[in-house]
């Protein structure tokens, strides 16, 4: 069974940091990517990054290319997988619940969440000006 737990959201003074963490389970690594969304009220879903956990390659959105960076330990265990989204220099607009995703492409484009096939619980990031 996959699963995908989100951990590591809360609430934070802008300027401030998180580390989220997307624990990964239940399907085998090599044919999958790990995408992380967020989604704020009233808003479509977003694509932040992605992984490709065969090579670790990785993509962000433009968006994104300076203040988040995505990593992934546990890269000889196949058994489960830990991706993690470090977020700095965090804004009032980066407000909104973050979602991890596993999907067989590394997609962030709009409306590419769609095309991922299992997703988390979500986590709520919450940033006070």
């Known amino acids: 069974e996959v699963q995908l737990v989100e951990s590591g959201g809360g609430l934070v003074q802008a300027g401030g940091s998180l580390r989220l963490s997307c624990a990964a389970s239940?399907?085998?690594?090599?044919?999958?990517?790990i995408g992380w969304f967020r989604q704020a009220p009233g808003k479509e879903r977003e694509g932040i990054s992605c992984?490709?956990?065969?090579?670790?390659?990785?993509?962000?959105?433009?968006s994104a290319k300076g203040r988040f960076t995505i990593s992934t330990d546990n890269a000889k265990n196949t058994v489960h997988v830990t991706v993690h989204l470090q977020v700095n220099s965090l804004k009032p607009e980066d407000t909104a619940a973050y979602y991890c995703?596993?999907?067989?492409?590394?997609?962030?484009?709009?409306?590419?969440?769609?095309?991922?096939?299992?997703w988390g619980q979500g986590t709520q990031v919450t940033v006070s000006s």
């Open positions: 995703a596993l999907g067989t492409t590394c997609a962030i484009e709009d409306g590419d969440y769609r095309t991922y096939d299992y």
């Open positions: 239940g399907f085998t690594f090599d044919d999958y990517a």
């Open positions: 992984i490709n956990l065969k090579d670790s390659s990785r993509y962000y959105a433009d």
